[in-house]
């Protein structure tokens, strides 16, 4: 008997997913985020879970939803948070999709009440955030690991400075120049640059789209 499952490329496999923006706090009223939704991230996290893996999705805040029984989803807030949630699974994993817009910087104190205004001006001081892709790809072994590149000059060359300086085996070039592409939209606009150089241009399309570009690309490298 032929079950159908058995025809599902990623049967057997799983895949990490990070998502959405981070929340930096800055009291306990107060953070510092982005405009990222989470679109990309959940869309990814679909399109795995369709070709039948199991799928583990460290997102941040962000207003999606998913219903799947192959989709695990753990919400976190902070980027501190997230590099915590990723290690602790990232060795399980055969695939890692890093799509969260992870902040850069957090503030170097959180106050533990509420500022209140007072001076005219006010200077937070921040701290880098641990980057968490990085630090995959310091410590991977076999799995096969995505990053996305959000460029707004010098795309190109930045990206695949992305891709070697983080030991990537792809990295996802998100074009933020196309209008309807990019943080709050359904359509993205994305480039390819896989580990070998090879660089392939798509035209803007729906995010769910994207994400079957991906993991078409994906499967072709991991059965090459
Ligand atoms: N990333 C991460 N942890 C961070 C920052 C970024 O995991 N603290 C990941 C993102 O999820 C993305 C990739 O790194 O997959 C690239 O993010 P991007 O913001 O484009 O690059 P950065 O390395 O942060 O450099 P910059 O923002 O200066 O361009
Ligand atoms: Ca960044």
């Not at 962000?62 to 753990?74: A, E, R």
């Not at 106050?111 to 980057?131: G, R, V, Y």
């Amino acid at each position: 008997e032929n079950n159908i499952l058995e025809t599902l490329p990623l049967k057997g496999k799983k895949v990490l997913i990070t998502a959405g923006p981070t929340h930096e706090a800055i009291d306990p009223v107060r953070f510092i985020g982005n405009h990222s939704s989470g679109k990309m991230g959940f869309e990814i996290a679909k399109a795995s879970a369709n070709l039948g893996a199991e799928v583990v999705l460290i997102t941040g805040p962000t207003h999606q939803k998913v219903s799947h029984n192959l989709i695990h989803v753990i919400p976190v807030v902070s980027a501190n948070d997230m590099y915590d949630a990723v290690h602790e699974h990232f060795k399980m994993v055969d695939i890692a999709i890093l799509s969260a817009a992870v902040a850069d910087y957090k503030p170097k104190e959180v106050a533990s009440q509420k500022i209140k205004k007072k001076a005219s001006t006010l200077t937070l001081e921040l701290e880098k955030t641990k980057d968490i892709l990085a630090s995959l790809g310091a410590i991977k072994t076999n799995q096969y690991l995505v990053g996305f590149a959000l460029e707004t000059n010098n795309e190109l060359e930045n990206a695949k400075d992305k891709l070697k300086r983080k030991n990537l085996n792809l990295i996802v070039l998100n074009s933020l120049n196309d209008i309807g592409a990019g943080f709050k939209s359904d359509t993205n606009k994305v480039t390819f640059i896989d580990d070998e150089d090879t660089v392939t241009k798509f035209q803007l399309k729906s995010k769910a789209a994207v994400a079957n570009d991906l993991l078409n690309k994906i499967l072709e490298q991991i059965n090459a």
